[in-house]
């Protein structure tokens, strides 16, 4: 499904290479994670997959079920089937949540040369799926993430995620800045949407998002590459011995 | 410099070729009273400070500026939902034909052309009244004409709670109209009123509303100024507001080349509050200014000034704003903002905040910003994959919310973001 290979990307604005020559494969039904210490270039990977400005590809090559990725503009990528949660979701003051996804849905599904939803059908999908998220009615009629705590951001993608359907989900540190009780939250709305058609690529600092969402596959990224690769206990063993150990052993 | 006794020489010769319209003894001192004010401070200069960022030359020509007619026949009727009284004017004159019978309960209904030879008491203590008052510090000498030379617009009188909006309707319908009018609104203690205003007007257009809000009343406005975009404009509002009264005006501007909307409140009872809000949207040749003075005079008075612009294509957008504290009116909460979007690196916002405080308890705050698109949440957008343009136009309308949630009733303020969004659109293509 997805496809990356020897993929070099520098920095812009300070002129540095992040990634140097990343190699990954997620078939459609699997789910990945990436886990790497800080500044290993784990999100930058996440941004050059989505689109985001200021990164420049000087080599290499980034598809999805065939399709040239990189080729894409940010919302064609989406439409295609290409979905990121964020680590750090944006606020958009006196823009509703309601507004903001029936937007979404129907942008992509313009692109995808199909009709808008309706109106009805629209809100049962949302009202459904937020519910499982327990995303009450006053959330989503709030403007977009703006008052939300941390765990409310992080379930507003989740739902996002849901509504949206995408084939490809890239989740970016979206651990981070919840308590136990909200990953769990967000790890079962995850694990709802897991099924043969759809792939799944996890970002994680820490292993404990991992014992929720149990990849089949682990990455270990340092200095802008994959140095490892293996089954769920590769991310025990990051967890128990940190990441120098599997740095030292690689060189 | 030596231009400048030439135009002083001009202005002399334009005030003093003006003559009154006809009317009773009142109204006849009211506007003598007028033309010599307008006389002691001759019409607004180029170099005058309060015109510095906005050139009065359209404004005070001898004729009005030719103005192509635009009918915005695309979109459903401003306010045509709400259920409203209805007084409409044609290039400045009152078209009773077209207009809902005036009359309604606790609220009495006159036109300034019908009542000018009458004894109207409450009329003759306004007419005029508010605006002299507003003369100082910064003369308006365009509001000065205009009491000098209306005559017409309505009267209204409210003594109790008036069970319905009225709405105030311009049309424009010859290419060199050039309208002025005068609105008086008087609100007895406790009364309630809301205005609705729309439409260009007429080419050039002069307006004057003097409100007085008497003790515990209220008064809201809501205003759209037409779409239409050579039409040109110098409104001025001027209220007084007394104990515990509140006043909420909210403008929205779309279009024009010329539009100068003045606000002058003075704040006279205790507890009383002014909100006074603004959004617009400017493309190209368009030129707007916000002219905003807010005087506190009693305790405890609360103000606020929203005011938010777009501009695209080398629009231009000015807002000065002033928030005058006097002497003993401690526990003033004064707040102002201004911002604006820039879509490109042509257009220009020029803004002049400022407060003047001689009380030594109160909290006033202000601020001043203009800013391109947030990037950060454009990529956001187009990551769940709305298009960059419409993904733009979402972020323009989050920028002007905090403007537009000052309107207080929640159907008005969708009608306008449905107007701001239709506008958007249409650019869109």
Redesign the interface.
Known sequence: MLEIKNLHVDLEEEDKTILKGVDLTVEAGSVHAIMGPNGSGKSTLSYVLSGRDGYTVTEGSATLDGQDLLDMETEERAAAGLFLAFQYPVEIPGVGNMTFLRTAVNAQRKARGQDEISAADFLKLVRERAKALEIDADMLKRPVNVGFSGGEKKRNEILQMAVLEPKMCILDETDSGLDVDAMKLVANGVNSLRDAGRGFLVITHYQRLLDHIVPDVVHIMSEGRIIKSGGPELALEVEKNGYADLKAEVA | MAAAPQAKADTAMQVGALRLPEGGAWITAAREEALARLRATGLPQRRDEYWKFTRPDSLTLAEAPRAALFEDADEPEMFGDMDRLRLVFVDGVFDPEASDPPEMAGVRIERLADVAGQDLHWARDLYGTLEARGQTPVPRPLAALNTALADDGVLIHVTGKASKPINLIYHHRSETSDAILHHLIKLDPGAELTVLENGPAAARFNKVIEVDVADEARFHHVRVQGRDHERRAATHVFARLGRESAFKSFTMTANGVMTRNECVVELTGDDASAHVAGAAMGDGDFHQDDTVFITHDAERCESRQVFKKVLRNGATGVFQGKILVKPGAQKTDGYQISQALLLDDDSQFLAKPELEIYADDVACSHGSTSGAI????L??????????P??TD??V??????A??EIAEESLRDEITARFSGWLERRRG
């Open positions: 947030d990037e950060d949440a990529y956001y957008l187009r990551s769940r994959g709305i298009p960059r419409i993904a979402l972020l309308l989050s920028f002007l919310a905090e537009v949630e």
